[in-house]
C-alpha cells in the first residue's frame, strides 16, 4: 500500500470511454476510495501519485494497457496493476497476465446484466435491478450513467450504421466493442446482446436491424 496508515487508498483510473470511467469511478468510490480518471497513457503518466493501484484500459487511444504499465512501472514499483478490457478471451487474459497486471479483469458484468443471455428477445431493453446492484443501490449514481449513456448513443448508432454501410467491419466491432461494455454499465440489455451477436456477424443485415430499431426504443422519449 503507498497510503499511509488510515488514510483512503488512492486509485488511478486509466478509461477513454466517459461511460465506463463514470461507472468504474462510482463503483470504487464505495470502497471507499479516492479515485482519479486519467482518459489516456499521457494523463496517466502526468498524474500525481503515488496511487495504491492503477486500473488500466487494455486499449487506449495513444498506446496499449501493457505499455502504460510498463512506463508507470519505471516510478512505482509498489502499486498493484489491474486491467480491464470487454476481451473475454482467455489469450488476451493470459497475454496481460504475462505483461504483469496482478490479474485480467474481463467485462463478465455484461453477462450478468442481460441474465446469461445473448438472445435480443431474452433481454429487456433496462435492466434497473442489475444496474443498481452494479452500482451499490445508489440510484443517483444509476441515472447519471445512464444519462451519460444516452447522450452518446446517437453518436455511437451513427458511426456503427456508417461502418456497416461502407463494408468496415474492422471500425464496426471496435465500435460495438465499446458499446457493448456501456450497455452493461447502463443496463441496456437488449442493445448489449444484440451488439454482441453483430460484433460476430458485422455483414449480418437482420442484426444491422435489430441495432436501429433497439437503439430508437432507448432514445424515445419517455410516455
Known sequence: MNSAPGTMPSILLVEDDRISAAFLSAALATLPARVHVAEDC????????????????????????????????????????????????????DALLQAGFAEALVDALRAVLRGG?????????????????????????VASVRQLFLSELPTTRSACL???????????????????????????TALAAIASRWHAAPADRDL?????????RLLAPAS
Open 162 to 188: 456508417a461502418a456497416f454501410d461502407r463494408s468496415d467491419h474492422a471500425a464496426l466491432r471496435a465500435q460495438l466493442h465499446r458499446l457493448q461494455a456501456s450497455c452493461g454499465f447502463a443496463g441496456a
Open 42 to 93: 499521457a494523463q496517466a503518466l502526468a498524474a500525481s501519485g503515488p496511487f495504491d493501484a492503477w486500473l488500466i484500459d487494455a486499449n487506449l487511444p495513444d498506446g496499449s494497457g501493457t505499455w502504460l504499465l510498463q512506463h508507470l512501472r519505471e516510478t512505482d514499483a509498489a502499486a498493484s496493476a489491474l486491467a480491464h478490457t470487454a476481451d473475454a478471451t482467455m489469450a488476451t487474459r
Open 208 to 216: 444491422r436491424a435489430a441495432f436501429a430499431a433497439a437503439c430508437a
Open 117 to 141: 443471455s445473448d438472445e435480443p428477445h431474452d433481454a429487456a431493453d433496462w435492466d434497473d435491478r442489475a444496474a443498481l446492484t452494479a452500482l451499490a443501490g445508489n440510484p443517483e449514481h
